[in-house]
């Protein structure tokens, strides 16, 4: 089994920053892909973006955060993170670290076995 955890939000003003970390336990060589998603009051829980575990570690990003946000992990394969650069209020949302274990990168929430409880990213004005 893998456990995940996320850590790292918080309230930052409109054109902030904020990185956030999802952290892996257990058998975690078994992982082939890890995504974050988000889920705002009233919606649905959305692809935010993911990598690949193993190389190349190719990414994937939502349309509205590519360019302001990257995803990276860490040499091993313990840690992934968000860095959220340009933040504004419709990036208020809970943030959730998913995991699946076959090695591609798909975007809908079902397709993911494992998740954390989540880390609250609120931006204000």
């Known amino acids: 089994q893998v456990q995940l955890v996320e850590s790292g939000g918080g309230l930052v003003e409109a054109g902030g920053s904020l990185t956030l970390s999802c952290t892996a336990s257990g058998r975690t060589f078994n992982i082939g892909a890890l995504a974050w998603f988000r889920q705002a009051p009233g919606k649905e829980r959305e692809f935010v973006g993911g990598i690949l575990w193993s190389p190349p570690y190719m990414r994937s990003y939502a349309d509205s955060v590519r360019g302001r946000f990257t995803i990276s992990r860490d040499t091993a394969g313990k840690k992934m993170y968000l860095q959220m650069n340009t933040l504004n209020p419709d990036d208020t949302a809970a943030y959730y670290c998913?995991?699946?274990?076959?090695?591609?990168?798909?975007?809908?929430?079902?397709?993911?076995?494992?998740w954390g409880h989540g880390t609250q990213v609120t931006v204000s004005l």
């Open positions: 998913a995991a699946r274990w076959p090695r591609n990168l798909e975007k809908s929430a079902a397709d993911f076995g494992v």
